[in-house]
């Protein structure tokens, strides 16, 4: 064997490489991260769009959330959806959804139709899309590799997505300065089709969708909220996670405002913080892809955390553009390990036959979170400061980790084990 072919034999056998591994999760993550790329693409033309509409944070902040409210909305169904039916099935069609809404965005672009109202109506319908694809996303990597497998698939999913938040925004960057929005959006429909041909290369190993009699949307989304109440440390911990997301994760969709309006760097400085927070949550996503462990996560999350609010303070407190990127950084990187390690906790610990409904209850929290929390802290910004507003937001959050602490051990005592453990463990 040749010293490559040797290399690449160990790389599969430790960290990430495991995952990959597997052909067909290779090209689906392979896939997942150019259309993720087309996202942030499309998002920094978003953003920056609006921004020069109405140099508003209120109104950056309502289009993160008008986008979301309409995802939380359709994901409970939409996750008892993916529980019942074959789900390779489904993500062909929601991708063909997703394709033709980034098209119609290019469309429209390209012969300056775009408005405020346009603008909105096109990012709620996007949002039923994402709704769709949020559970579907989530549920596939199970389906991929085997259960030892798992949480390098998670974080190779993970690495590859931050890393797509690391590159697009600065390509979005470069195609908005230099081409124009409509580049942008036509760069994100490509994306869309090249994973739309994946999905139909791709098999799914392992079903975890069980033939049943089906008893209608809201008593089976009410099993899985059950499932959840009645999993020890598990409704806490969604609860301390839906904190961190509303409370820690808003700065994002208020970056062309803190680019422009506090440090005059207009849609370069937008592309360098959005970058700088790709760059500090690849860091994250890479260590946790490779360390593969669930046990000390809890712990691990906490302190993460902790760490979380002192960055979003000095964010807060930035007078100098290079140190608010330091701070965007630390705090991505932070509050991302806290949305990783959450995942792999979660997707762990609970059974396949709900993953769907659960994993929708997760995506709500991760997609709608950061959104609502932009919209909430967009508009203390607009009655007072956006420093008053994320040391507000920052405050929240600290009494949300103090009511966790005195259950950690708990919660990582029911967490950090498989579902197959805790069966065990109870019969």
Known sequence: ??????????????????AL????????????????????VQKTALFWLLWELTNSYSALGALAFAEAIMTILVMPYAGTLTDRYDRLKMARIVQVALLSIGTLFAVLSALDLITIHILFGLVMINGIAEGFWTPLRMTMPPSLVPREDLPAALGVSAAMFNLAQFIGPALGGIIVAFFGVTYAFIFNAASFLGYLLVLFIITLRYDEVVSRKT????????????YIAET????????????????????????????????????EGLAILSSAAG?????????????????????SILIFLFVAVVAQIALASATVFWFAVLSAAVLSATATYAGIGGQL????????????RVMSVWGMILRGGPASGAWMVGTIAGFSDLQFAFYTATGLFVVVLLWTLPKAKNMAANLERS?????????
């Open 215 to 226: 008893e209608g949307f809201i008593k089976e989304f009410k099993a899985g909220l059950i």
């Open 232 to 267: 020890a440390g598990l409704r806490r911990f969604l609860v301390l996670s839906l904190g961190a997301s509303l409370l820690m994760r808003a700065y994002r969709e208020l970056f062309a405002g803190i680019s422009d309006g506090i440090f005059g760097m207009g849609v």
């Open 279 to 299: 760059l500090g949550a690849l860091v994250t996503a890479l260590y946790l892809g490779n360390f593969g462990k669930i046990k000390g996560l809890i712990r």
């Open 21 to 40: 591994r597997h052909r067909d999760y290779a090209i689906y993550a392979l896939a997942g991260w150019v259309s993720n790329i087309g996202l942030w």
């Open 1 to 18: 064997m040749s010293n490559f072919g040797y290399f690449v034999s160990k790389l599969g056998d430790h960290g990430m490489g495991r």
């Open 345 to 356: 906790l979660v997707q762990t610990t609970i059974h396949g036959a709900v993953r769907g």
């Open 419 to 427: 579902s197959e453990e805790r069966d065990a463990a109870d019969s």
